[in-house]
């Protein structure tokens, strides 16, 4: 799978950083002079998929951690029903089987096993993605666009980090292996914004 591949499953499919600007409608939001060079090749190389952004959002200070950011996220994750997947991608399984959520659950009465700070999810066994967001470059992600921009990135898109091998590791979205790519014609003309390569 390599990058243009995606423009088959996303009406929109850009570099991290190009999708910050567009919901931020900011420029260069998330990169600044003297950033590490593993940060600048994250936001660059990370690849996003999702739906046209209809609604900006404002950069704001956080106010609250990347794992609490999280847990929200998946909290809204859990809850959004089937039918209403908000702008994530167009074609293929339904919300509740996003990536970001998986290996979590609505806590019942009674339940072993929930997760520290947070008394409504039950955490049935370790998730990749979550544990991508222990890295420093969240936090300083989190710094740059604020709790709203990067709940929305974990709810609203599908995340794709590069690995070494020349795959992607995961971190959000719909799993990619269970998207049908839409017949000819149904998908909008993509946009490829920013993915190198392209």
Same mark, same amino acid.
């Given at each position: ?9 996303? @009406? ?28 600048? =090749? /994250? ?11 209809? !609604? ?5 200070? @956080? ?57 409504? #999810? ?14 420093? =470059?969240? !936090?300083? #992600?989190?710094? =740059?666009? $604020?709790?709203?921009? #990067? ?8 995340? /794709? ?11 959000? $979205? ?5 998207? !049908? ?18």
């Amino acid at each position: 799978m390599n990058a243009l591949s995606f423009k088959d499953y996303y @009406p929109v499919v850009s570099a991290l950083g190009v999708y910050f600007d567009a919901l931020l409608d900011s420029k260069d939001v998330c990169v600044r002079p003297g950033d590490p060079a593993g940060f600048k =090749r /994250f936001v660059k190389t990370t690849i996003v998929g999702y739906s046209p952004i209809v !609604k900006t959002c404002a950069r704001e200070e @956080p106010t609250h951690s990347v794992r609490d950011t999280a847990i929200d996220a998946i909290c809204q994750l859990l809850r959004t029903p089937a039918k209403d997947i908000g702008s994530g991608p167009k074609y293929g399984e339904s919300r509740c089987e996003n990536v970001f959520a998986d290996g979590y659950t609505a806590k019942k009465d009674g339940s072993k096993n929930t997760v520290p700070g947070d008394s409504s #999810l039950l955490n049935r066994h370790i998730n990749s993605s979550t544990v991508e967001l222990n890295k420093k =470059r969240w !936090k300083t #992600l989190l710094d =740059r666009v $604020g709790n709203t921009a #990067l709940k929305r990135l974990l709810t609203e898109t599908s995340i /794709f980090i590069p690995l070494k091998n020349k795959n992607y590791h995961q971190v959000s $979205g719909v799993p990619f292996v269970s998207l !049908k790519r839409p017949p000819p014609g149904q998908l909008d003309v993509p946009q490829i914004q920013n993915i190198i390569g392209s």
